[in-house]
């Protein structure tokens, strides 16, 4: 396309025309930029443009810009005030390319597109349809290059007759475009900018929505946790559970901590947090004591945490504050000390105690002893443990301890036993011993707690009471014998004489003589028993007639009880008579002694299986349940009023019980206190007898 060159008039007028109408361009274009600076609206200033421009024609020129789209690939409306609507629509959304009228194809090729007719120009054959009914004609068009190189849109004159450009139009077009130009990257920068100020709008509000999450968060954590900020330590947040560990009601927040916890003076927790703020490093406390004032009326109250102490530092990674994250172990703390204090007290008990104490597993397994032990055996653990314990026993002894403690041990029931232990010496004393099985909730036994009591004293004692007993029994013996001879001599004497009284006076006193001959009696068995001198003299003999001997003889002397006999066919029995007879009068003379207000007494024999049964039932005191297996003990007598004003030593049961056992029976007792009690014995048959 040829460009005619425009031929300058130098005439005075014409330059003065071409002046104001230079200024008139200038001056549009200064409206346009300023109200750019102001911020209006892209859509208005490119209208504003078009009609600037249109102002500066008197040819009928008609001003069109258009956008690109972001692709690049369409061109969309900007701003042509005086073309017709129905132009401007269909033009709307054009797809740009090399043969796309004057516009598509300027922002397509990014040169600037003259078209002097439009009729004939084959860049507008697919489009001249379209513009030519709307009477135009020339339409010539420049690509709007931003900065960076790229097609912003377009900027188009079109004109009513075939036209080719001026110089001036030329001018026009390139001070048009640059203004242009402004606007929209103007626009584009502003647009750049909101965005900019969006997201980081968007970026504030995520920040501060996370900021309340981790503010929740330690609000609702189930430990006791402050946030401080700055060398004063100034609290900025404390949840629940702090409010509560230092004392609900309390006011904290917006307070450096010596004066939100004064009491905390002197407890070195100030400079603790000092040193973390100063140093940054992270502070770890375990059961840390911490004296607080909770009630807030000055008492000061021992609280423990596990704490740590977690410096905190802004994006800048410098120190801002510290996260404080405890929780409080008091109770923890008090439980251990309480069970320490009581470990402590169970300690001091077990060692000092006058016994030895000692504690097995439920086998009896003994994983303990107290100190007393070790003491007195001159031993360890390592060596006492489990079974150890034979070691110190006497080895006479041993083998009987070990059977008997094992049955107590797989039965549950509790252990008694005497036996000599060593001592470090080398010497052995005698010890009482006792286990008591410990049971669970189920009943289950779970352990065993066993004493020792040192008895040698005690064992001496009773030796040295039983040799006087034995002597005195002995000496008396013959003494008594003989004063009872001489008195039935005298009574025979004065019976001559014919001095009945005096007769019966010795009489009397031969009664108090049998009596003590009976204690004496009674005495040595006891002691005989004891020294395991106590023999049988065995023989085989009618013992329905030893029974009614017997009875025959204590109806004698009871004048106020009759013997209801109830007796069995006789039978042979084997055995040492008169021990046996010894077991029946005692029976018998203890049914009538300790049932003074009847008068009867009831002896029974009878047939068992393989046994002979005796039984003697009174109708007097009776014998309370628990003393009942008493009375067959070693001088064993029940207190009380009653029974006490009866004389005795509480030996006649146990002598009974000793020749019962000794001829393999049994013996036994029925008793109602205040009803009476039935005393029975039991022989095998046939007896044997030990020898
Ligand atoms: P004692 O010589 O004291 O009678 P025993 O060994 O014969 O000694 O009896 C022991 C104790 O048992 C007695 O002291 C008495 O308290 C009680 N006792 C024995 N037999 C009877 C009985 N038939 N009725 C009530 N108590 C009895």
């Not at 071409?18 to 750019?36: D, F, K, T, Y």
């Not at 001489?486 to 031969?510: E, P, T, V």
């Not at 009538?592 to 393989?610: F, H, I, L, N």
Request: glycine share 8%; net charge negative.
């Amino acid at each position: 396309m040829g460009m005619p060159q425009r031929t300058h008039t130098a005439g005075a007028s014409a330059a003065a025309v071409e002046h104001r109408h230079l200024e008139a361009l200038v001056e549009g274009q200064g409206r346009v930029l300023e109200m750019i600076t102001r911020g209006m609206p892209l859509a208005d200033i490119l209208v504003m443009i078009a009609r600037w421009v249109e102002a500066q024609s008197e040819s009928g020129l008609v001003a069109s810009l258009h956008l690109l789209d972001p692709e690049g690939r369409h061109l969309l409306r900007g701003a042509a005030p005086s073309l017709p609507d129905a132009y401007n629509d269909a033009i709307h959304g054009l797809a740009i390319g090399p043969r796309a009228g004057s516009c598509g194809t300027a922002a397509y090729t990014k040169e600037t597109v003259i078209v002097e007719d439009i009729a004939h120009d084959p860049l507008w054959m697919e489009y001249r349809d379209l513009a030519l009914p709307h009477g135009l004609r020339a339409c010539w068009s420049t690509p709007l290059i931003g900065s960076d190189g790229g097609v912003l849109g377009t900027f188009a004159m079109y004109y009513r007759h075939p036209r080719l450009p001026t110089e001036d139009d030329r001018q026009i077009i390139r001070l048009v475009s640059r203004t242009a130009i402004l606007a929209i990257e103007h626009q584009q920068a502003e647009e750049e900018r909101e965005r900019l100020r969006a997201s980081e709008q968007r970026a504030l509000l995520q920040a501060e929505a996370e900021r309340r999450r981790l503010h929740d968060i330690l609000m609702e954590a189930p430990a006791v946790i402050a946030v401080m900020r700055g060398p004063e330590h100034v609290y900025e947040l404390a949840n629940p559970l702090y409010m509560r560990a230092i004392g609900r009601g309390r006011e904290v927040l917006g307070k450096p901590i010596r004066e939100a916890l004064p009491e905390l003076a002197g407890q070195g927790i100030y400079e603790l947090l000092d040193r973390v703020y100063a140093s940054g490093e992270t502070h770890e406390g375990k059961e840390v004591p911490v004296r607080l004032d909770r009630a807030g009326n000055g008492t000061l109250e021992d609280v423990y945490f596990n704490f740590v102490y977690q410096p905190s530092r802004d994006e800048s990674g410098v120190m801002d504050g510290i996260l404080v994250h405890a929780v409080d172990v008091t109770d923890l703390v008090r439980a251990r000390q309480q069970a320490q204090e009581s470990e402590e007290r169970f300690r001091t008990l077990a060692d000092n105690m006058s016994q030895f104490a000692w504690m097995a597993d439920e086998t009896g397994f003994i994983f303990w002893y107290n100190q007393r032990w070790y003491d007195y055996t001159g031993t360890t653990l390592d060596e006492m443990k489990g079974w150890g314990w034979q070691k110190v026993h006497h080895p006479d002894h041993v083998a009987r301890v070990v059977a008997k403690i094992s049955a107590c041990f797989q039965s549950g029931t509790p252990w008694e036993d005497t036996f000599p232990l060593r001592g470090k010496d080398g010497r052995y004393r005698w010890f009482l011993s006792r286990a008591i099985p410990i049971r669970d909730a189920s009943g289950r036994v779970m352990r065993w707690f066993g004493t020792n009591t040192d008895v040698t004293e005690q064992r001496r004692l009773e030796q040295q009471k039983d040799d006087f007993i034995s002597i005195a029994s002995h000496e008396l013996k013959t003494p008594v014998t003989s004063a009872k001879a001489y008195a039935q001599l005298l009574a025979l004497r004065f019976q001559k004489a014919g001095d009945a009284r005096s007769a019966d006076l010795l009489g009397k006193m031969d009664g108090q003589l049998n009596k003590l001959t009976k204690l004496i009696a009674d005495l040595l068995d006891e002691t005989k028993i004891e020294g395991g001198k106590f023999k049988l003299q065995p023989s085989t003999f009618d013992y329905g007639a030893l029974v009614a001997d017997i009875v025959e003889e204590v109806q004698r002397t009871a004048t106020r009880h009759t013997l209801v006999c109830e007796l069995a066919p006789s039978i042979s029995v084997t055995g040492d008579r008169e021990r046996i007879g010894q077991v029946l009068t005692n029976l018998l003379t203890n049914a009538v002694k300790y049932s003074p207000r009847a008068d009867r007494v009831v002896v029974r024999t009878a047939p068992g299986e393989g046994e002979i049964i005796t039984s003697v039932r009174d109708f007097g005191l009776g014998i309370a349940k628990e003393k009942q297996g008493k009375v067959f003990d070693r001088f064993f007598r029940i207190e009380g009023k009653e029974h006490e004003t009866y004389p005795g030593l509480g030996l006649g049961l146990y002598i009974s019980a000793e020749i019962v056992r000794r001829h393999h029976g049994r013996i036994w007792v029925e008793s109602e206190e205040g009803q009476g009690s039935i005393f029975a014995f039991a022989l095998p048959l046939p007896a044997t007898p030990e020898e």
